[in-house]
């Protein structure tokens, strides 16, 4: 006899015990793997009014219960636009209203504001296959019974893409730039893996951020003050105005990050001689992988955005023994600074069958492309191809 297994939608993720929550989504002891998926990092969305109403991102989490116990759960959205996505789909929401259809709102499962690669069907060890296909049909009839016209489960995990797709879910792949640690004991034999000319380029990028006048910090958990927020709420506001219009997040979710998430953070800033920051990047730390997320400054400097958000990312990564720095979304600038193609992935269902159909053919033409960009990008990375560049420094 099958056991049965509720869902339940829930408005608010504060309705879910965060030991119910986070036995699902970061299972185990030690750091998180994602600390994205936390209940404490979603309430911080919620409890800031990043999320919620009036943002465009409502939150309907999806909780799977086999005789009252939490198996499984799906951060889960009613959105109302595609902003804060990172993969996207205004072609499609365009060409489905013209043709007479209401795109928005549709369902999405996702980490608001966030694009880096995580498991979005999350499940308690045991339960993967049971509470995956639960939250996945779930998902779906909860979009089809509301009369939203899709569903989108992004930067979700490749066997999560698989099992979607066997599902009979739309399989769309992207690209991001990854660096990753090949049991490097410093930066110095990083740059030995590297090209002659990028190596010196680095070294020029390196030494030029150096001399804008100050000193580099790495601060995390007990080492990052209020004021340090208060600094970086200034950079994350310019770099939002002027990438968005508005910044997603709200001053008070970097209180509840400072609260509850500081020591997932790693904040790198620039101060300069009279002891105020100029410049920071703010990066979120899993067990294996550095996350970078936010980058701003007050003030320019030449190479200073490449120090803070990539060099010294590989510093620490180095330091700490993390195996991958995720940079975020897009960027082919990262390629000469040792950051390598990776495909991302996502699932997608609409309702209606006739766009269903020309969805699915242009998502395979799409995933022809993405392979050959990324066979061709990685053909151009920095590293070395032969033993002699490793003689002219």
Not at 80 to 97: C, I, L, R
Not at 296 to 319: K, M, N, V, W
Not at 384 to 390: C, E, S
Request: with cysteine; proline share 4%.
């Amino acid at each position: 006899m099958t056991e049965q297994i509720d869902i339940d939608v829930i408005p608010e993720i504060s309705e879910v015990q965060a030991s119910d929550w986070d036995a699902c989504a970061a299972p185990g002891a030690g750091r998180p793997e994602d600390p994205f998926v936390t209940h404490r990092f979603l309430h911080a969305l919620e409890a800031s009014g990043s999320v919620g109403r009036g943002t465009g991102w409502l939150p309907r989490h999806l909780v799977a219960r086999r005789n009252g116990e939490v198996i499984a759960v799906a951060p889960t959205y009613v959105k109302t636009h595609s902003q804060g996505e990172y993969v996207f789909d205004h072609a499609w929401a365009h060409a489905y209203e013209r043709a007479g259809g209401r795109y928005y709102p549709k369902l999405q499962i996702a980490v608001p504001f966030t694009p880096v690669t995580g498991r979005r069907l999350l499940t308690r060890p045991g339960f993967e296959a049971t509470g995956q296909a639960a939250l996945t049909e779930g998902a779906v009839r909860l979009a089809d019974q509301n009369g939203l016209s899709s569903l989108h489960i992004t930067f979700c995990t490749g066997a999560e893409a698989e099992a979607g797709e066997e599902m009979g879910l739309m399989h769309r792949t992207g690209q991001q730039f990854h660096w990753d640690n090949r049991g490097y004991a410093t930066f110095a034999e990083f740059l030995a893996d590297l090209s002659s000319r990028k190596r010196k380029n680095i070294r020029k990028e390196r030494a030029q951020a150096q001399g804008f006048g100050g000193e580099i910090v790495q601060l995390t958990g007990d080492d990052i003050r209020p004021e340090h927020w208060d600094a970086f709420w200034e950079f994350y506001q310019d770099t939002g105005a002027r990438k968005w219009g508005t910044p997603y997040l709200t001053r008070a979710f970097f209180d509840h990050v400072h609260d509850r998430l500081r020591d997932d953070v790693l904040l790198v800033l620039a101060i300069a001689q009279d002891g105020r920051p100029i410049a920071g990047a703010l990066n979120f730390i899993g067990s294996q992988r550095l996350f970078g997320r936010y980058w701003g400054c007050t003030r320019y400097h030449p190479s200073l955005h490449f120090e803070l958000c990539y060099y010294q990312a590989i510093d620490y990564a180095i330091a700490q023994g993390v195996a991958r720095v995720e940079a975020g979304a897009q960027g082919e600038h990262k390629l000469a600074r040792g950051y390598l193609p990776n495909t991302t992935h996502s699932l997608h269902w609409v309702s209606d069958p006739g766009f269903a159909h020309a969805i699915s053919e242009f998502l395979v033409a799409e995933r022809a492309a993405v392979d050959e960009e990324a066979e061709i990008l990685t053909s151009y990375g920095p590293f070395k191809t032969t033993q002699g560049d490793a003689d002219h420094d």
